[in-house]
């Protein structure tokens, strides 16, 4: 007989986060009964808003079942619920603009959150393909939201294919795993090695590489990226990426692989980063623009895996996600009715029509592009300190120098030409204002105390 | 001997995905896939005496599943607005 | 303390001069002019006041670690004759130019830009250490510049001054190099120091070659004197004080302040006589055939700047000394003649439109005619003196070859002097022009007193001034005394004969048959078309070259290739990412493929 | 255990590649059922079962029903693929393709046969050994695709209903 | 040298950045309305920060740990070198600001936030002790000055801003990557990263591949310095900038590129700073002759003085690679002299621009007749950048041509032929504007009171350096003796 464990009562509150999750997206279920829209609102608010405190109150580390709560699995689980709390925030006009206010937009919303808590916190494979799963499905639906728009079908039936596509060699993967060690749990893939193990392996990369947007499988990025609605853009920039990446990085420490596979990864941060920034030089549409940066970004995470160190790589994550978050918020509020607005002809001239969100914007498009006094930076700069391979290093700083050009001709866009026909005035909703000042306070507060984040991450 | 099967099952799930251009074969394509790892699953949890391969296919099932119905739902809105399930009918967004 | 007043009064003056001219409403015509004359007056009295006492005065000025540059200001036995000549013509010529400049408006900027000049020539003389000595080297050269082309309204006249300046800047950098190489040798730039210091014989020729290579550039000799004609753009009392008296001593002061090195430097004394001697005969050459007054008494200047450095390099520095004197009055007055004949012909400066003025201007006649007594070397006057010291020394020194050449150029200075003083005063034509004030006439006067006195004097004073101890054979003396006079008599001679005025005919016959040689005279031999020719023209195409090329095509051309480099990758690698669905699934599929592929091909 | 596993496969392969080949699609539909049928079979062979059946109940039965579904549905508006010319750039890529499909499955049968292993037999309750270990150790996983379920069907009901009133 | 550790400093670096963001935050809660309040507060601010600035001590210091983890604490100390630095720029903002009153129109909030935001950068540079502080500062520079140039500057102002910050961005990436490998090897040797930079001194040479990072520093300095092949993007940027925008970037961002290079690059690697002597000294020498032959064919004033800057930087990096005491005082000297008389220069041009509209040396003629005060402050900067004696120039100038003749006489001869080509483009440059026939008098109206005090204190700075230089260098004398120390003794031993 196999008895089933005991859960204590740590273990339980371990899992508060999740179950509150699933709980609010069944409130709001309920609620859809009703007309109005502002409870789901707020009940979705909340639980996200409750995700983030939760997780950084958290300490030590928990395993229930085959989940594992350690100090990194809650820091990157509390920066996906307040990319969830801002996203709610900042869509919720943006919904209204559009005609496309449902309750489901939450529910899916929430339900990635929970795949995504579930990806950071797994222990087992199999827990984290569910995870992925979760979050995947909801995001495709997600991305398909306002049906009426041919955009958003297009990129959601494409973003669905390749996905399940990735997922089927992601599982694959897993069966070959399975095949040489017997069990899916991280612990075991120290043990995966042999043909059937490296291949395994292999192909769990092929589905990471999918999702975090990295070279070989990035095809899909600037498309899905574009059609999807702005604050779902923003939210898969941020969020999704943030629990691909961990993932990834929690996939990579526990297993102990041969050089050969890491000049793999040298070469996908290579491609990454020289396209990411290269492309972005010629885009002329804004959220094209901020897909191919969100590449090169990655390309900087791959580095940041090389060097080993996770903690690094969380924080870099940190920063990347609060100044994208902070960019797409900007970009959802300048959009125009069809998100017309949204390339750099129309939005010429925005800094000097709109002074604080232009102001707003610069200051995130300089974080993201490394400049010193901000967040960006210290995020590239600890990233890379303690890299030994310089050479790379020194390609990913002169490949940044393609970025700030894009970034430079993207602030040059915005200041220094001359506003064309008359924009209308943007009207920025309490919501939104909220949710940005609170993403520029952190932003501002990694940027002039970044050991509080650093100390946060390694000392909890 | 049943995870060599197995694995062309997938590849010929694979090719479905590749050369077909009305998406709902590639869906069959993908539960084909899907199919083959259950069965690697099973193959090798079998070789090394362990039921948890079944498990492991008890849930790929469910996710195959879900799959289907998200893929089918979104083909449906697909044929809505596009009046076709090709894929070279879908490419409105140019560079 | 006096010598440092000595030499900051002329400063203060162009300070006081050029605030006024900036600043003030309503300037009163004659203040400037009083104001600089004053200054330089009181340096005169203070100056005659410390002669020949041993007196320094030094400020801190530059001092990093172990090298010290202090402001030194040291008077002794030679710098005071410069002094004294400096401050006493000076002050004649400022009072000469205070009526001279009167309608000018720029007044007081003349003045500030006169009393500057004098300030700088001070430092220069009583500069303690070489870079204080170059400091008034080159505030002289500054100065020349801006006078020159003090009427600047004229485009002409500006690029003279920018000639000069560049002529001179080039003469600068050797003194630079000069002193650079003096310094690495014996660690200290002061004149002291390096008189006394023991110097291996090759790092001093290149010193003093170098040195001398300056001397050229501020003393108008053969390779750099291409400036000094075109100076006399500038206002005559200019010419006079600048281009006559002062500053083009200057490299005779240099290289007779640093004797003992040049005495060390023995092959480099060949060198120097013969610049100066074929300076002297090439400069008299072109006097021969010019039309315009101030180019002839300019070429005359460089023909007698020739002789001082003949004498230089054949060792006879206080001969060198005692002709700077004397040349510096007789010149001076020459100057200042032409100054006024100028000034009553209302700007007219070609010999030929002039003539007959002895009966319209007697007492600028009579005091040239006494300048033009002394150049020629006529016994009782100072020319004679001084330049048969030269010739006597360069005779008894062995380089009797040189000395030929400078008795033929003593020759042709009397014969075109003669030429000059002829054409302008004798002559039956009666051209109307009127008598300067007795403002110009007074220091006209007093400098013709000196030119006549100041041989006799300077002869008996110079033997004091001994540098060192010379046997005196008096019989060979006289006798080369008789010669150069002999010499002198004959040039006068020939020049009345050729240019009375009925010798017309003659003169037409030898133009005829020696036309080309004239012509050649007229255009100082083409030495300036040549230089323009040979240097100019391609460093201008070489300035265009570069910057084209180097600047425009290599550097930029090399960043636009990086730049649209980065552009064209990013166009490229946009092709790549089709919006096709099918064109994405086969990407995908075949990077799986490659990877599963690399895994397994990792282990072989 | 060897000639039924082979009839299996064989009829498999076949089935699949007419999945992919038919021009119709209700008849690649019918062709994908006799797969899951020799998945199910192959399963009984291994000695599972419970997943033999469940195949056949779950995937077999609904999932299938459902493409039925929506191929009946669509399809009248789907023409048959009519078959374009194949251009040379086409047939380069298939033949590409073609060979890197074969070679990596020559790949994985070398590293398959690599490591041989004989299966083992395993006990007869095998129904109730499964379905314990489901229980016990994979709970949270159990859990967890129940929530997968919960946004299928919010996702296709989103997604799929005809006409929606936005509210507010 | 004692040292006290006094707020002063944080407080002079950031009290501009301060009242830039009050100044934007009062003009967007529509305080100062109107642009004067703005001009002359932050007028006021950059005079008050001169204030601050006069009551420092030379070698005050103040360190507090910053982010532990990485090593790096927040390090201001100002000592001998420095101190002239910090005042030369206290000293530009002020008169930058002033002169830009009458230029600049429209859009003034932005522009007094950026010139504040750029006098704090500045500042925090040349103060900056902790290597990853003055990495901040160096690229905060950039940005005001894009948007300066970007936005107030002429015709192809987006080109020449790009240029300009793409240009740095590059040098200072490499600079970046050799920061980084320092701190590493400090972590290896002392167990815990730390980018102080007299922490960075201790790091021992042999296990540094000192030449490579050496010439990522030097590369960063010599495209900031401008130096000889990487100066092109000096003539665009200051073409398109506002006067202002010129006189800063000639008088204090160029500077940053000298300071950098003695006060980082030569103590940190000695042993590479006597390798790469003679390659610094023929890049000087070539650039000398370059920046003079190429501003003599130029027809637009500001990029003719933009490349008589390049001749002028060239002598400067001639005199910093000669690596002796006499060249290096004279190249800081020079420096500073530069910053008075090229920054002078620009005034004036800009002055002529506000006249006439055009910066063609061709359009211009017989000056000197009606503005007789510009012209006189015009031949005073010419001849104070043609080294002459009595001005700053030749003080700068002679030092470090006798310093560079004690090392290599070769370069330093071609170097002293720069007085020669100095004064040809200089000459002709002033012969055409200034003499001959008045092409468009109606214009040229001379130099009003305003004007006159906005050039004064460069026509001060000049003549002090020129002649009363005692206390510049007796000040320079610690910094000087230290940087002895370094390049004789400390790495070159064992390099």
């Known amino acids: 007989m196999v008895e089933i464990q005991a859960l204590s009562i740590e273990q339980l509150l371990a899992l508060r986060p999740l179950a ?217 920039a941020s969020a999704v990426k943030a629990a691909s990446v961990f993932a990834f990085v929690r996939v990579l420490t526990s297993c102990t692989m041969p050089d050969y596979f890491w000049d793999l990864i040298r070469f996908a941060a290579i491609a990454a980063i020289f396209l990411g920034n290269a492309v972005a030089l010629t885009q002329t549409r804004l959220k094209r623009f901020f897909a191919y940066s969100s590449i090169a970004h990655t390309g900087y995470m791959l580095l940041g895996i090389l060097g080993g160190s996770s903690s690094a790589i969380i924080v870099y994550l940190v920063v990347y996600s609060v100044a994208s978050l902070g960019v797409f918020s900007i970009l959802t509020l300048m959009s125009g009715p069809d998100d017309s607005l949204l390339t750099s002809l129309e939005s010429a001239g925005f800094g000097r029509r709109h002074p604080v969100l232009g102001g707003l914007m610069s200051l995130f498009v300089l974080s993201l592009s490394g400049m010193p006094p901000l967040a960006g930076f210290f995020g590239k700069y600890q990233l890379f300190v303690f890299l030994q391979d310089r050479t790379l290093v020194l390609f990913a700083m002169l490949a940044s120098t393609l970025g700030l050009a894009a970034y430079v001709r993207l602030l040059i866009n915005f200041y220094m030409k001359e506003p064309i026909g008359v924009m209308s005035r943007v009207r920025t909703p309490v919501g939104a204002f909220f949710a940005l000042s609170l993403v520029l306070g952190l932003m501002l507060h990694m940027s002039f105390f970044p050991d509080a984040l650093i100390r946060l991450i390694s000392g909890l | 001997m049943v995870e060599s099967f197995a694995a062309a099952l997938f590849l010929i799930g694979l090719l479905g995905i590749v050369l077909r251009r009305t998406i709902l074969v590639m869906l069959m394509s993908l539960e084909l896939m899907l199919n083959a790892v259950n069965l690697t699953f099973v193959a090798f949890g079998q070789q090394q005496g362990l039921l948890t391969g079944q498990v492991y296919v008890f849930f790929t099932m469910t996710i195959a599943a879900a799959e289907a119905a998200i893929g089918l739902a979104l083909v449906i809105a697909l044929f809505r607005t596009f009046r076709s399930v090709d894929t070279h009918a879908v490419h409105g967004m140019r560079e | 303390m006096q010598l440092a007043f000595l030499c900051f009064l002329p400063f203060l003056a162009s300070i006081f001069n ?227 008296a002062t500053m083009v001593t200057s490299g005779v002061y240099l290289v007779t302040r640093l004797h003992v090195l040049f005495d060390a430097a023995e092959s480099l004394h060949i060198v120097m006589a013969t610049v100066g001697g074929v300076t002297a005969f090439v400069a008299a050459t072109i006097a021969l055939v010019q039309d315009d007054i101030k180019k002839v008494l300019a070429y005359s200047t460089v023909s007698q700047l020739g002789y001082l450095f003949l004498a230089c390099g054949v060792g006879a520095y206080e001969a060198a000394v005692f002709h700077v004197v004397t040349h510096a009055f007789f010149k001076a007055l020459l100057f200042l003649a032409a100054g006024s004949v100028i000034h009553g012909m209302d700007g007219e400066q070609n010999m030929w439109k002039m003539g007959g003025l002895k009966k319209a201007m007697p007492v600028t006649f009579a005091t040239f005619t006494l300048g033009w007594l002394a150049i020629c070397g006529i016994p009782p006057f100072s020319g004679f003196f001084s330049k048969d010291e030269i010739l006597f020394h360069t005779f008894t020194s062995g380089h009797t070859g040189l000395w030929a050449l400078g008795l033929v150029t003593a020759c042709m200075t009397a014969f075109y002097m003669t030429r000059l003083y002829i054409v302008t005063f004798l002559g039956t034509k009666h051209t109307h022009a009127h008598e300067s004030s007795w403002g110009m006439l007074a220091p006209l006067c007093v400098l013709a007193c000196l030119s006549a006195l100041g041989g006799i004097f300077g002869h008996m004073i110079s033997h004091t001034l001994a540098f060192h101890a010379e046997a005196e054979s008096s019989q060979l003396e006289w006798i080369l005394m008789l010669v150069s006079a002999c010499i002198a008599g004959l040039g006068i001679a020939l020049a009345f004969f050729m240019y009375d005025e009925s010798r017309q005919p003659i003169r037409a016959r030898i133009q005829k048959q020696y036309g080309w040689l004239s012509t050649a005279l007229a255009h100082a031999w083409y030495v300036d078309e040549a230089i323009d020719l040979v240097l100019l023209k391609p460093l201008r195409q070489i300035y265009g070259f570069v910057w084209r090329t180097i600047d425009v095509l290599c550097i930029d051309g090399f960043i636009m290739l990086l730049a649209s480099g980065g552009r064209a990758s990013g166009d490229v690698l946009r092709l790549i990412q089709p919006g096709f669905l099918h064109i994405s699934i086969a990407c995908m599929v075949m990077g799986a493929f490659f990877i599963m592929g690399y895994m397994v091909y990792g282990q072989l | 255990m060897d000639v039924p596993f082979y009839i299996c496969a064989g009829i498999g392969i076949a089935a699949a590649f007419s999945v992919i080949l038919q021009r119709r699609a209700v008849l690649s539909v019918l062709s994908l059922m006799v797969v899951l049928i020799t998945c199910a079979a192959m399963y009984a062979m291994l000695g599972a079962h419970f997943l033999a059946v469940l195949q056949i109940l779950v995937y077999a039965g609904a999932v299938m029903v459902l493409f039925v579904f929506v191929v009946m549905l669509l399809d009248p508006e789907i023409l048959p693929e009519e078959v374009r010319p194949q251009s040379i750039l086409e047939r380069l890529w298939i033949f590409i393709l073609t060979l890197g499909v074969s070679t990596i499955f020559a790949m994985l049968v070398w590293v398959f046969a690599h490591r041989y292993v004989p299966y083992r037999q395993m006990g007869a309750d095998n129904t109730e050994k499964v379905s314990l270990l489901l229980f016990s150790e994979h709970i949270a996983a159990f859990e967890a695709t129940s929530l997968i379920l919960i946004a299928a069907i919010v996702g296709a009901l989103t997604l799929s209903k005809r006409h929606r009133k936005a509210k507010g | ?80 070198l420095s101190v002239w630095f910090v005042l030369l720029t206290l000293l530009v903002m002020p008169i930058a600001l002033f002169a830009s009153m009458h230029a600049i129109r429209d859009r003034v909030a932005e522009y007094c936030f950026h010139m504040l935001l750029l006098e704090t950068a500045v500042l925090g540079s040349f103060l900056a002790a902790d290597m990853f502080l003055f990495y901040v500062f160096w690229e905060v520079m950039l940005v005001p000055m894009l948007f300066i140039i970007g936005i107030y500057g002429g015709k192809e102002r987006l080109f020449a801003s790009m240029k300009f910050v793409l240009f740095t961005f590059v040098g200072s990436a490499c600079m970046l990557v050799s920061i980084m490998v320092l701190v590493y090897m400090h972590k290896l040797q002392f167990g815990v990263p730390s980018s102080y930079l007299p922490d960075l001194l201790r790091v021992h040479g042999a296990i540094i591949p000192s030449r490579l990072l050496f010439s990522a520093f030097a590369l960063a300095f010599l495209i900031k310095m401008p130096c000889f092949p990487l100066h092109t993007w000096l003539p665009d940027a200051h073409v398109q900038a506002p006067t202002a925008g010129s006189v800063i970037l000639a008088s204090l961002l160029l500077k940053l590129g000298g300071y950098g290079l003695v006060r980082i690059a030569f103590p940190l690697f000695p042993e590479a700073a006597h390798f790469f002597q003679p390659l610094g000294m023929a890049l000087g020498a070539t650039a000398v002759i370059y920046g003079a032959w190429v501003a003599i064919v130029q027809t637009d004033m500001k990029k003719l003085v933009a490349y008589s800057s390049v001749s002028h930087m060239g002598a400067v990096v001639l005199g910093l690679f000669a690596l ?154 610690p910094s000087i003796l230290k940087m002895q120390f370094f390049l004789t003794t400390g790495g070159y031993h064992h390099g």
């Not at chain 1, 937009?105 to 087992?124: F, P, V």
């Not at chain 3, 001279?100 to 300030?119: E, N, P, R, T």
């Not at chain 3, 550039?217 to 009392?237: E, F, N």
């Open chain 1, 20 to 236: 509150v999750t699933i709980i609010a997206v069944l409130i709001i279920m309920m609620l859809a009964l009703w007309q109005s829209k502002w409870p789901s609102l707020l009940v979705a608010l909340s639980a996200s808003a409750f995700v983030v405190i939760d997780s950084l109150s958290g300490a030590g580390t928990v395993s229930v079942f085959g989940l594992q709560f350690d100090v990194l699995s809650r820091i990157v689980s509390a920066l996906t619920g307040f990319a969830a709390f801002v996203t709610f925030l900042v869509s919720f006009r943006y919904l209204d603009q559009k005609k496309e206010q449902h309750p489901e937009y939450q529910i899916l919303l929430l339900l990635s959150l929970a795949g995504m808590q579930l990806m950071n916190a797994a222990a087992d494979l199999m827990l984290l393909f569910i995870g992925i799963e979760l979050m995947s499905l909801s995001i495709y639906v997600l991305v398909a939201f306002a049906r009426s728009r041919r955009a958003c079908c297009e990129a959601a039936i494409k973003y669905f294919l390749l996905g399940s596509v990735a997922s089927a060699f992601f599982l694959y993967g897993m069966s070959f795993i399975f095949g040489a060690t017997g069990s899916l749990a991280f612990t075991a893939l120290a043990k995966a090695n042999g043909y059937l193990g490296y291949l395994g392996i292999g192909l769990l990369t092929v589905g990471f590489l999918f999702k975090m947007g990295a070279p070989p499988f990035q095809m899909w990025v600037p498309d899905v990226y574009e059609g999807a609605m702005v604050p779902l853009t923003g939210f898969m």
């Open chain 3, 18 to 244: 050029g605030f006024w001219y900036l600043f003030a409403k309503k300037p009163w015509k004659m203040a400037a002019g009083v104001v600089s004359t004053l200054a330089l007056f009181t340096s005169f009295c203070l100056a005659s006041a410390l002669a020949f006492h041993d007196v320094t005065f030094s400020l801190p000025w530059i001092a990093t670690g172990s090298f010290e540059l202090p402001f030194v200001l040291r008077l002794d036995h030679l710098s005071s004759i410069f002094v004294l000549v400096i401050t006493g013509v000076g002050t004649l010529i400022h009072i000469y130019a205070t009526v001279y400049m009167a309608h000018d408006s720029g007044i007081q900027k003349f003045f500030a830009y006169l009393s500057l000049f004098c300030g700088s020539m001070l430092v220069l003389v009583l500069g303690g250490s070489l870079p204080i000595l170059f400091c008034g080297w080159e505030g002289v050269g500054l100065c020349s510049y801006l006078l020159i082309s003090f009427w600047f309204d004229d485009s002409e006249k500006a690029k003279a001054g920018a000639k000069a300046f560049i002529v001179n800047r080039i003469g600068d950098v050797g003194f630079l190099l000069g002193m650079f190489v003096l310094f690495q040798a014996c660690g200290s730039l002061d004149i002291e120091t390096l008189t006394h210091a023991q110097l291996s014989p090759t790092t001093v020729l290149i010193a003093c070659s170098l040195l001398f290579f300056a001397c050229t550039g501020k003393s108008a000799q053969i390779p750099l004197y291409i400036w000094l004609p075109d100076a006399m753009a500038g206002p005559t009392p200019v010419s006079a004080l600048i281009h006559a």
């Open chain 5, 1 to 80: 040298m004692a040292s006290y550790s006094s707020h002063l400093l944080s407080l002079l670096v950031f009290l501009p950045a301060a009242a830039a963001f009050l100044g934007l935050g009062a003009r967007g809660l529509g305080l100062l309305r109107r642009d004067v309040a703005l001009w002359y507060g932050s007028l006021f601010v950059t005079v008050l920060t001169f204030g601050l600035g006069m009551m420092l001590s030379p070698n005050s210091e103040e360190k507090y740990t910053w982010i532990p983890q990485l090593g790096v604490s927040y390090a201001l100390s100002l000592d001998g």
């Open chain 5, 324 to 477: 002796n005491s006499i060249a290096m005082a004279g190249s800081i000297a020079q420096m500073i002299s530069h910053g008075f008389a090229t920054g002078g220069l620009f005034l004036i041009v800009g002055m002529i621009y506000e006249r006439f509209h055009t910066r063609e040396i061709a359009a211009f003629g017989g000056l000197a007749r009606s503005m007789p005060k510009m012209a006189f402050f015009l031949v005073l900067m010419t001849f104070a950048s043609v080294a002459l004696p009595g001005t700053s120039g030749f003080v700068g100038e002679f030092l470090i041509l006798l310093g560079a003749w004690q090392t290599m006489p070769v370069y330093a001869g071609i170097a002293a032929l720069s007085a020669i080509f100095g004064a040809v483009y200089m000459l002709k440059w002033i012969e055409r504007i200034l003499y001959g026939q008045a092409k468009s008098p109606s214009l040229a109206v001379d130099l009003s009171h305003r004007e006159i005090l906005i050039l004064l204190p460069f026509t001060l700075g000049i003549f002090w350096l020129g002649l009363m230089p005692g206390s510049f260098f007796h000040q320079l004398e």
